[in-house]
């Protein structure tokens, strides 16, 4: 990727502190294009793309943010230098970490054993990959040398980046809340970077799911009187829908949505630590099984603590205009006439719902990472904005077909006492009613609408993310 650097920029010596300046220089005069002394961030651009080794508007933009000491929108030459000098500390440390046996070089089983350390496994093939797109003199092992010039330009500043290349982000919000949450490195943690991620994550869903609430009400009014009897079409059910209440009233429960995202995020990720630290021992990274049992129970722990507004929001979602004043006004006529268990209708499907859902979930995600990394790693381990937000939507998906039937009884438990003339049934006698009176189809009403709001909640949520972050000031390593 570098090659041409080793000729006038990085000489064959080691340590970067025998750097001659002149070296430094001669690549600072190729990146100033107009001469005047400082490289601005289309210079900084303009660049690297002349000499073959453009890295993208983000990484680009790390670079100039970090190495402009004196935000002065511009790099002079000493910044550009200590930039650079930084810089290959770091790459020198990450180097050392994965050159287990100190014999000076990277080989495929030192990839694989550092990767399967930090919760990824992949196969040695696969670390071969990797190596090919480092390795510039064809050994299969990565020597000091190709390992600077790789990562010269690279914002990458530890091995961990792999990892988080392929993180199943907290960012893409499909609307549900089963999903397994997402980690955090250490020194993440320490920095405050984790609340600010959870935080941009947050208000992404927020306006991720204000932004597909109509259909996600379509969902609910499709599952809960969508039956053989009483079909319910798309059309027919915004029209029904907004003849009953008007435009408002396809936003009714998604306050109670929008609300609940807090509370569940805290006690989900508070609940992971926890679990994952029953799971593994002290220094232990967790792997995909226990990451699974552990975001499972996690999953299952913060569902508990914020059910009684999974019901509230059905209730409010079902319900005719002017039947419930709010929230508080719905929480209170439920208490007042089907008292306190009334707010747990439909927690045992609830909970069986996350079991499936995660598993799919996360088992087709490593999947089609494994995908990629085996037949689409050619120059790179990052596969892109593009590619993960296939993968995230695609897994996700799936993860939801598989726990529909679950979710979809759970939805007619919590509305059962709103519908007349429909016996209070339990979870097992309300299977069994649906594929007697409409069928095996019967389990997947609304499961459409629901489809719909994938693409546009994963687009949505995405760019708010980043949004957030950049506002919140999270950085992009």
């Not at 021992?281 to 299952?300: D, L, N």
């Not at 719905?330 to 909970?351: D, R, S, T």
């Not at 037949?375 to 596969?383: G, L, M, T």
Request: hydrophobic share 40%.
């Amino acid at each position: 990727m570098l090659r041409w650097l080793r000729g006038f920029v990085l000489p064959a010596a080691a340590c970067q502190d025998a750097e001659p300046p002149t070296r430094y220089e001669t690549l600072f005069q190729r990146l100033d294009r107009n001469g005047d002394g400082v490289v601005d961030i289309r210079e900084l651009q303009e660049g690297l793309k002349s000499l073959g080794i453009p890295l993208g508007q983000d990484a680009e933009e790390k670079i100039f943010t970090t190495g402009d000491i004196n935000k002065d929108g511009k790099l002079d030459f000493e910044e550009f230098m200590k930039y650079l000098k930084d810089h290959e500390k770091k790459m020198k440390l990450a180097f050392k970490s994965l050159d287990k046996n100190n014999d000076g070089k990277i080989e495929a089983s030192e990839i694989v054993q550092s990767l399967q350390i930090l919760g990824l496994t992949i196969s040695e093939q696969q670390a071969e990959l990797i190596l090919q797109s480092i390795d510039s003199d064809g050994t299969m092992t990565v020597d000091w040398n190709e390992w600077r010039d790789y990562f010269l330009f690279n914002p990458v500043t530890d091995i961990e980046e792999i990892i988080r290349f392929w993180k199943h982000s907290t960012g893409i919000d499909i609307g549900d809340s089963l999903t397994i949450p997402d980690e955090f490195t250490e020194e993440e943690k320490k920095s405050g970077q984790w609340w600010r991620q959870l935080l941009a994550g947050g208000v992404a869903g927020a306006v991720s799911r204000t932004s597909t609430a109509p259909l996600d009400r379509l969902k609910v009014m499709m599952q809960v009187h969508g039956s053989k009897s009483n079909k319910m079409n798309i059309y027919g059910g915004f029209r029904q829908m907004v003849k009953e209440g008007g435009i408002r009233s396809l936003w009714r429960g998604n306050g109670t949505n929008v609300i609940k995202i807090a509370p569940e995020t805290a006690v989900k990720f508070w609940a992971y630590e926890q679990y994952k630290k029953l799971l593994t021992e002290e220094g232990q990274k967790i792997g995909t099984f226990e990451r699974f049992v552990s975001g499972s129970m996690a999953g299952a722990t913060a569902q508990t603590f914020i059910y009684p507004m999974e019901v509230l929001k059905t209730r409010l979602a079902v319900g005719k205009t002017g039947q419930y004043s709010g929230i508080f006004d719905c929480a209170k006529k439920i208490l007042k006439h089907e008292g306190v268990g009334a707010f747990y209708k439909g927690y045992v499907p609830n909970l069986l719902g996350i079991i499936p859902y995660a598993g799919i979930d996360l088992a087709v995600y490593e999947l089609l990472k494994s995908h990629w990394l085996d037949n689409f790693a050619k120059d790179s381990v990052n596969p892109g904005v593009m590619v993960l937000l296939g993968c995230g939507a695609l897994s996700s998906t799936c993860g939801q077909l598989a726990s529909y039937p679950l979710a979809l009884v759970r939805t007619r438990m919590q509305a059962q006492a709103m519908v007349e003339g429909t016996p209070q049934l339990n979870m097992v006698g309300l299977f069994r009613r649906i594929i007697s009176k409409e069928g095996i189809p019967g389990l997947y009403r609304g499961i459409t609408p629901n489809f719909m709001k994938v693409l546009p909640a994963v687009g949505i949520s995405y760019v708010v993310y980043e949004k957030m972050k950049q506002t919140l000031g999270v950085t992009q390593k």
